[in-house]
């Protein structure tokens, strides 16, 4: 089953509405899609707990890691978790918080025109085949909306340079070698 977006939001996923996100500015639409992974804590997979933190609402006790995340106030527009459930916790019409200090082909702060995705998953890890699949229907859902021009790991935008090293060496960008009439970052399969 193909995905779809109808109104910023995607039709058939879960939405756990994330109150770190604001309204895009005037006439900005999403051009970039940015990937990202997170697992919580890292290296573990399966759990709430990144649609806790998403949603503020992370038990900072629950685990050591924890405690670093106190003052943070983030999110993405969607999470796909390592069975491929896409959650959506910001539409696509606002702002997620996700990118930080960032540029894309000279245009900083990216949150402002892109739309985040996290994979569950650890930088260092393989990502499931599963993830894989869904990854690309959302994108391609995301690109028959928007004027989406390209995509680029968070460790490709992050400023200053090596801010961020997300998704990591174990996404590989050749399971995108749908997307080559997009800008894509270099060493694509
Ligand atoms: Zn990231």
């Given at each position: 089953?193909?995905?779809?977006?109808?109104?910023?939001?995607?039709?058939?996923?879960?939405?756990?509405?994330?109150?770190?996100?604001?309204?895009?500015?005037?006439?900005?639409?999403?051009?970039?899609?940015?990937?990202?992974?997170?697992?919580?804590?890292?290296?573990?997979?399966?759990?709430?707990d990144?649609?806790?933190?998403?949603?503020?609402q992370?038990?900072?006790?629950?685990?050591?890691?924890?405690?670093?995340?106190?003052?943070?106030?983030?999110?993405?527009?969607?999470?796909?978790?390592?069975?491929?459930?896409?959650?959506?916790?910001?539409?696509?019409?606002?702002?997620?918080?996700?990118?930080?200090?960032?540029?894309?082909?000279?245009?900083?702060?990216?949150?402002?025109?892109?739309?985040?995705?996290?994979?569950?998953?650890?930088?260092?890890?393989?990502?499931?085949?599963?993830?894989?699949?869904?990854?690309?229907?959302?994108?391609?859902?995301?690109?028959?909306?928007?004027?989406?021009?390209?995509?680029?790991?968070?460790?490709?935008?992050?400023?200053?340079?090596?801010?961020?090293?997300?998704?990591?060496q174990?996404?590989?960008?050749?399971?995108l070698?749908?997307?080559r009439?997009?800008?894509?970052?270099?060493?694509?399969?």
């Open positions: 089953m193909e995905f779809r977006i109808d109104n910023g939001f995607l039709t058939g996923a879960a939405f756990n509405d994330s109150p770190n996100s604001d309204e895009r500015p005037e006439n900005e639409e999403p051009q970039l899609i940015v990937i990202h992974c997170i697992s919580l804590p890292p290296g573990e997979f399966g759990g709430l990144i649609h806790r933190l998403f949603t503020n992370l038990d900072f006790n629950a685990d050591p890691f924890f405690s670093r995340l106190r003052e943070l106030k983030v999110s993405a527009h969607f999470l796909i978790d390592r069975l491929g459930e896409v959650t959506q916790f910001v539409s696509c019409l606002r702002r997620a918080w996700h990118a930080g200090s960032s540029e894309w082909k000279g245009r900083s702060n990216c949150n402002d025109y892109s739309i985040g995705i996290e994979l569950e998953g650890i930088d260092t890890e393989a990502f499931d085949p599963r993830q894989y699949e869904s990854l690309r229907k959302l994108c391609r859902a995301l690109a028959a909306c928007y004027p989406i021009e390209g995509m680029a790991g968070h460790s490709h935008i992050a400023q200053p340079s090596g801010r961020k090293k997300d998704p990591g174990g996404f590989n960008w050749a399971e070698s749908d997307f009439n997009l800008e894509l970052p270099l060493g694509l399969g």
